[in-house]
């Protein structure tokens, strides 16, 4: 047997609350305290307590968009400036007239052309400029990059 049943709106027209109880529930989110986990504990005094041990404040989650590399740099003249206390503490290895030199072990990992070089070097270092690359070739040394994007 088919009967159409009449619609629950229909019946409360007139009605303020439309079966809400007071007029004001059933607007937004005002009679929850908010939306979420809003008013569970932030003016309530005795519900502190039960939120402080769970993760309910403070920021935790998803990335902020366009994190970019945190460069630890230095400069050529910063390193020639000093290559001999560097020797001495046997972070750089000097053989023949090149010293080697790993930039990892300075917790450094781009390398900037600032200054110009009198001696041959060999690095090791994730990123490099371009200027830097070139005034170490240029002095007879070398750059090993860990990473393949050198930037200028």
């Not at 009605?15 to 932030?42: E, I, P």
């Not at 005094?45 to 935790?60: Q, R, V």
């Amino acid at each position: 047997m088919v009967f159409n049943k009449r619609k629950k709106n229909s019946r409360l027209r007139g009605t303020n609350s439309h079966g809400w109880g007071a007029k004001k529930k059933h607007r937004g989110s005002g009679h929850r305290g908010g939306k979420g986990m809003a008013g569970t504990g932030k003016r309530g005094d005795a519900k502190k307590p039960s939120i402080w041990k769970e993760k309910y404040f403070g920021k935790f989650g998803f990335k902020k968009k366009g994190t970019k590399i945190i460069y630890h740099t230095i400069n050529l003249k910063d390193i020639e400036k000093s290559i001999d206390s560097l020797i001495e503490k046997k972070i750089a290895k000097k053989e023949n007239d090149v010293c080697t030199l790993n930039l990892s072990d300075l917790n450094v990992n781009k390398l900037l052309g600032s200054g110009s070089l009198s001696i041959k070097l060999k690095i090791t270092v994730d990123y490099a400029s371009k200027g830097a690359i070139e005034k170490v070739q240029s002095a007879g040394g070398e750059i090993t990059l860990n990473k393949q994007k050198s930037d200028g």
